[in-house]
């Protein structure tokens, strides 16, 4: 998480959308290093894969009894909660 919010802001400051054109936020600034005015395009593709390598690469299991109830849980609803009448 941390890995795409650090990307996604460095690439925004880097970005023609705060300086280097007329229309940026400091426009008489110009360190615009990053040529795409969104950074999307980058930053949510390396979230995406900061996230899957800190997930394969976690030693964290987790708690065995807590995954076996979320499971049956997931599987058969037991324990679910009825709709309230609002």
Do not use: Q
């Amino acid at each position: 998480m941390y890995g795409g919010l650090i990307s996604c802001i460095v690439l925004i400051v880097l970005s023609p959308a705060v300086s280097g054109t007329t229309s940026a936020m400091l426009p008489g600034a110009d360190f615009n290093w990053f040529p795409l005015s969104n950074p999307g395009i980058v930053s949510i593709p390396l979230a995406f894969i900061l996230g899957a390598a800190g997930t394969l690469t976690s030693r964290d299991i987790g708690d065995p009894v807590l995954n076996a109830e979320m499971e049956v849980l997931s599987l058969t609803g037991v324990g679910a909660e009825k709709a309230t009448h609002h």
